[in-house]
């Protein structure tokens, strides 16, 4: 599995191998960092470049499920729970926690995705898909990250372009 994620498109498509993009096996829309694309720590932008799936956190967990430091705290998203915390940006249903491949671009130093906690992650589904919104990781739809997290495996590479 190969994953291409486009920003302008706010879209990721899953191709069989990056040798083989001519067929997508399936293209969901997303949500990227409203803060535009780089990877400084604390910009709150969507590296951009080559990366990997590093590891899936959440396999067998209900849809909703909050998380917090990448651990679930037992709750399940709602309106009432929203309404505790109307600020929050809310990671739910499953992680795929991402790590940079290029040294210096996305990977070590000023610049590290995995350090920044960069994730592809479920979002409460009154947010946007399409428009960039999120604090600097990848939001989708609860439905779309869970077919996504069942989809592919642990070191899945994708690229992030512009």
């Not at 499920?65 to 651990?71: D, I, L, P, Q, Y």
Request: charged content about 20%; overall charge positive; proline content about 6%.
């Amino acid at each position: 599995m190969f994953l291409y994620l486009s920003i302008s498109q706010q879209s990721l498509t899953v191709f069989a191998s990056e040798q083989d993009r001519a067929e997508p096996v399936r293209t969901f829309k997303i949500s990227t960092a409203l803060n535009g694309m780089g990877s400084e720590k604390n910009s709150g932008k969507t590296p951009t470049g080559r990366l990997m799936v590093r590891a899936k956190i959440g396999q067998g967990l209900p849809m909703n499920s909050v998380f917090v430091a990448r651990r679930p705290t037992g709750e399940i998203y709602s309106d009432a729970l929203a309404q505790s915390a109307p600020n929050r940006d809310w990671i739910l249903t499953r992680i795929l926690w991402l790590s940079g491949m290029e040294v210096g671009q996305n990977r070590l130093g000023n610049v590290d995705t995995m350090q920044r906690y960069i994730y592809i992650h479920g979002t409460p589904d009154t947010e946007p898909m399409g428009v960039p919104k999120s604090h600097g990781c990848i939001r989708m739809r609860n439905q779309d990250v869970l077919a996504l997290f069942d989809l592919i495996p642990v070191g899945t590479e994708m690229v992030v372009a512009a």
